[in-house]
């Protein structure tokens, strides 16, 4: 009897290149489920990039959703949904925010909500006694993202051993590729991105912060908020508000790069892949 796989597909491309190396290497090892879980805040770039790999390398991909339940005690279901009928409007995240709160470092449950725990729920319908393994697109040259639960699997990282400059030369011999920056990432305005890549951001596109702020002005107490204190979304406790005044003062000073001296966190360029699997249902 084969082994059970579950590759969690990203929508990055390191996510795309293991799904097509796990099906030229491993369809005769294991039987294989490729699922793609849709945040409702992902860059449209991401979501037809997802589309064509799954189609011209034939995953046969799930696309899941969380559903948020408001009922204590219940947690996260999920439904199916394809590339056309796929929410893009926020909804799905506002959900989450309004029942836990605004994530942050402190807090750090989106990834949970809207991606770890509907991806294992619809896993352990196909599987319902949950032996399986989870596959996630993390790099031979990210070894300090590899963890070590048992159930998950890293196939870039052992065996196939392939680096960022692998991944990019396998997409530059596609007929296509992700059509995204590696700053702007699936998750655009991801609170986990450094203050360089946000600030890159806020000089593109500005108005792709008008969601996360207007969820700090709707739901800045909502959720498990034990202190009653407002959340924010982003490092040192800042509000998005705070992130563009501090912009101003970062333009107006003509050093944008210098200021910055380090890169907090990969942010979601990379995905949140690096969940802890096996979440019971």
Known sequence: MKQKLFVSFSAGQSSGYMCYLILLHWMGLYEVIFILANTSQEREESLIF?????KFFGLNLVWIEAVINKERGVGTGFKVVNFETACRDGSIFEDMIEFYGIPNTSYPHCTRELKEVPM????????PDGDYLTALGIRVDEEGRVGSNPKITYPLNDPFMKDKIDVNNFWESQPFKLELLSHQGNCSWCWKKSDKKLHMLIDE????????????????LSGHNIDGTKRKFFRKHRSVDNLFKEHEVIASSGRQSSIFDEEESSGCSESCEPFMGGVEA
């Not at 294992?120 to 599987?127: D, E, G, L, N, S």
């Not at 596109?205 to 800045?220: L, N, Q, T, V, Y």
């Open 50 to 54: 997802a589309d064509k790999c799954d």
């Open 120 to 127: 294992h729920k619809y896993a352990k319908t196909v599987w």
């Open 205 to 220: 596109s500005p108005e792709i912060f008008d969601f996360p702020r207007r969820m700090e002005a709707k739901h800045g």
